[in-house]
């Protein structure tokens, strides 16, 4: 399950066999990583499962498009942004926050990674994030409130907010980690409550972004689970498949229009694309 193209390529860890019916995105340039058969994955994460995802990753940068499955698996974020050596910004498109305390000492899991990070990586500046519920802001543990920095939903509505707001809070190369649990269910379907953004309005912001900052690499998941009927799971697929396209097809555009864009070292290089 390969296809190569190492001048346009999308990263895809595929856990929970979702990815195998979403032929749109294996219809473009990508490199398949299979982690089925890793046990201890499922929201939560063992040692002996982080070791071997680590493996499996080994030789990829954090650069390019990565498609982590869904939202069961966000901490997979946690990984990418671990081989970055150099100071950044981590952007988080999100309806949580991910900052809950593991229920499980010494697991690392979907609901804690962002807090994970912060304690753990010494490159990570600060955290923005990007379409949280305010409910899920309010609880934010104020030790980490000097770090992080919310842009919530209800400011995703005011169309010139984002500017005034990336102008002062953005200053650095950024890792951008994307739920689509943040989209309409009208838009796409995943396994955790959603919020109201449209396909549209998250491509403006993500504009902008890749835009105006140094973007060093993006992960998205938020695929849908994998228990409904038959024929909603295939809708659902469907429905995923097509925005997962046109997220690639949308960043793509952006970076192919950008002649220097954010590289591993710390430094600008002249490249085409991821």
């Known amino acids: 399950m390969e296809n190569r193209n190492e001048a346009n390529q999308v990263i895809i860890m ?21 982690c089925t058969k890793i046990p201890g994955t499922d929201c939560y994460l063992d040692e002996l499962a982080a070791a071997e995802i680590e493996q499996k990753i080994e030789s990829y ?11 069961n698996y966000h901490y997979i974020s946690k990984f ?6 150099h100071p950044f910004s981590l952007l988080v498109f999100d309806h949580h926050t991910d900052m809950q305390p593991s229920l499980f000492e010494h697991l690392l899991s979907c609901g804690s990674w962002v807090k994970e990070v912060l304690d753990t990586n010494p ?6 994030l990007i379409g949280a519920k305010q409910e899920l802001i309010d609880q934010l543990d104020e030790q980490y409130k ?10 995703l509505k005011k169309d010139q907010a984002w500017r005034e707001f990336s102008q002062l809070h953005l200053n650095e190369p950024v890792y951008i980690s994307l739920d689509k649990d943040i989209l309409d269910k009208k838009e796409a379907v995943t396994n955790w409550d959603q919020g109201t953004v449209s396909v549209l309005q998250l491509e403006k912001y ?22 409904e009927l038959v ?35 710390g430094k600008n290089e002249e490249v085409s694309d991821y």
């Open 80 to 85: 990418w942004t671990d081989k970055i050596k």
């Open 146 to 155: 000097s770090r992080i920095i919310c842009f919530g939903e209800r400011e």
């Open 206 to 227: 993500l504009g902008h972004i890749l835009k105006e900052e140094q973007v060093i690499g993006i992960d998205i998941c938020g695929e849908a689970a994998t228990n």
């Open 14 to 34: 595929n856990f929970s066999h979702i990815y195998e019916d979403e032929l749109q995105l294996k219809s473009l340039p990508y490199k398949w990583i299979d």
């Open 61 to 71: 940068s954090p650069e390019g498009i990565h498609f982590i499955d869904s939202g």
């Open 123 to 128: 490159f990570l500046n600060k955290v923005v």
């Open 231 to 265: 024929f909603i799971q295939r809708e659902n697929d469907e429905r995923n498949d097509r925005v997962n396209v046109e997220l690639v097809s949308f960043i793509n555009k952006y970076q192919q229009n950008k002649e220097k864009f954010f590289v591993d070292g």
